[in-house]
């Protein structure tokens, strides 16, 4: 069965700091991932998402990810936060076995921007 | 336009009573996903609509749950008999026509508290 492991349930950062957001997942086939993000009385937006080509993907808001196979891995990254990056970060893969799209989804990552 | 939109925003209901939500996706949008999120944990996938049919429903935690999509519009998640451990945030979403890698568009939630 698939599944996705966010490794840090928060991650404390200074404002301006870089930040990495980890996920891993588990599949026996190929995979699209992605990653949405949750502001604060908000609902779910997409980030950014992986599909095809190259391994490095931009999102809005000056996030990018890379998919790394070897490694099963889409980690997501800014080099500088803002205070407005405060949100919590989901991971996601698309089950390609499932018929119903369903999207498999990590716990989540509560990003806290430190002032 | 407008994006998806869920009602009630907030439920508050005793044990044992039944519960309707509701949610209303983007406009021409065929897809449609329900989903649950508890406190700390990733989305649960509870069902998918591709039009008014629902292909899979064993995402359905128990058979308390049910859910309709009529019109090709509008969805109901109805809860029977609802217990404590109902308690949760539901989300809807939408998608143009469903598919592995398109981007879902997420309501605000129902968040459901059962007493």
């Known amino acids: 069965a698939q599944s996705v492991t966010q490794l840090d349930s928060q991650v404390p950062v200074f404002e301006e700091a870089p930040v990495e957001l980890r996920c891993n997942y588990s599949?026996?086939?190929?995979?699209?991932l992605f990653w949405y993000v949750q502001y604060p009385n908000q609902g779910l937006q997409l980030l950014l998402k992986?599909?095809?080509?190259s391994t490095l993907v931009k999102g809005i808001n000056g996030f990018e990810a890379e998919f790394n196979k070897s490694q099963t891995s889409f980690h997501l990254r800014k080099p500088s936060v803002h205070i407005s990056d405060t949100a919590e970060y989901f991971c996601a893969v698309s089950n390609m076995m499932d018929s119903n799209y369903q999207l498999i989804w990590g716990a989540g990552t509560k990003l806290i921007i430190k002032p | 336009g407008a994006g998806v939109s869920q009602s009630p925003s907030n439920k508050v209901t005793e044990k044992g009573k039944d519960v309707e939500l509701r949610c209303d996706p983007i406009?021409?949008?065929?897809?449609l996903y329900w989903y649950r999120q508890s406190l700390g944990q990733g989305l649960e996938f509870l069902i998918y609509f591709q039009g008014n049919s629902a292909p899979d429903k064993s995402g359905l935690p128990s058979d308390r749950f049910s859910a309709e999509r009529t019109g090709g519009s509008v969805s109901t998640l109805t809860i029977q008999r609802t217990q404590q451990e109902d308690s949760a945030v539901y989300l809807c979403?939408?998608?143009?026509?469903?598919?592995?890698?398109?981007?879902?568009?997420f309501g605000p939630g129902t968040r459901l508290l059962v007493l």
């Open positions: 599949s026996s086939v190929s995979v699209y």
């Open positions: 406009s021409g949008h065929t897809a």
């Open positions: 979403a939408s998608s143009l026509a469903g598919g592995f890698s398109e981007t879902q568009y």
């Open positions: 992986y599909l095809s080509g």
